[in-house]
């Protein structure tokens, strides 16, 4: 199992933490995720592609690097 961070722009309240966190917990492979606001960062865990989980930030509306 792996862990990599996100930085999501955009990512400013407890709302939008759910909204990214929702969409990527639904990306096959993720078995968990948490958000620091502070750094709008979101770390996700388990056997995924990149990609995909970016994929998904961006169709929850928010722009990631």
Do not use: F, H, P, W
């Amino acid at each position: 199992m792996s862990t990599s961070t996100y930085a999501v722009q955009g990512m400013t309240c407890t709302s939008c933490a759910g909204k990214v966190t929702g969409a990527v917990n639904q990306v096959a492979g993720v078995t968990d995720t948490s958000v620091d606001l502070e750094s709008s960062t979101l770390i996700v865990t388990g056997q995924t592609d990149g990609d995909t989980v970016r994929a998904a930030i961006r169709d929850a509306g928010y722009q990631v690097s």
